[in-house]
């Protein structure tokens, strides 16, 4: 019996510890790098929805001129780590800037540089690999009601 208690009281230290390692932002505290942004923008009204995946996998969206941002939800930190890496070893050394009226976007923020891919919605020369991860961004969004 002392055993049992011993190992539970280990394990709801452990626990504590876990969870008190994890940083968890807010609009106020959001991070200056190290997370993705995707998103479009354009047509006539020239609005813009962008959404921020985080390193520890904090989902955030802005869909205002203002650029206010709401948390949106959350993915595992090592599926964000996972996608951060992805994007890594398959976009960084994509350039591809081409905007049109209606586009869409993908944006690394490192600590140091910035890479940012953007073609135009729909566009079939836009790079395979950026529509891609891009749709698996997009998937990792809460659906809407």
Sequence with gaps: MKSVLTFSAILAIAILMWQCNRTTYTADTFPESDYLTFGSGGGYAGSMTTHY????GQLFTSKSMN???TAVGKIGARKAKKLFQEYQDS???VQY????????FLEWKGADTMHKVQWAKGQAEAPAVAQT???QLIGLLPKED
Excluded: P, R
């Design 53 to 56: 995946l985080l390193s520890n």
């Design 67 to 69: 650029g206010e941002k």
């Design 91 to 93: 976009l960084i050394n």
């Design 97 to 104: 800037d081409e905007a049109g009226n209606v586009y869409q």
């Design 133 to 135: 991860f891009y749709q």
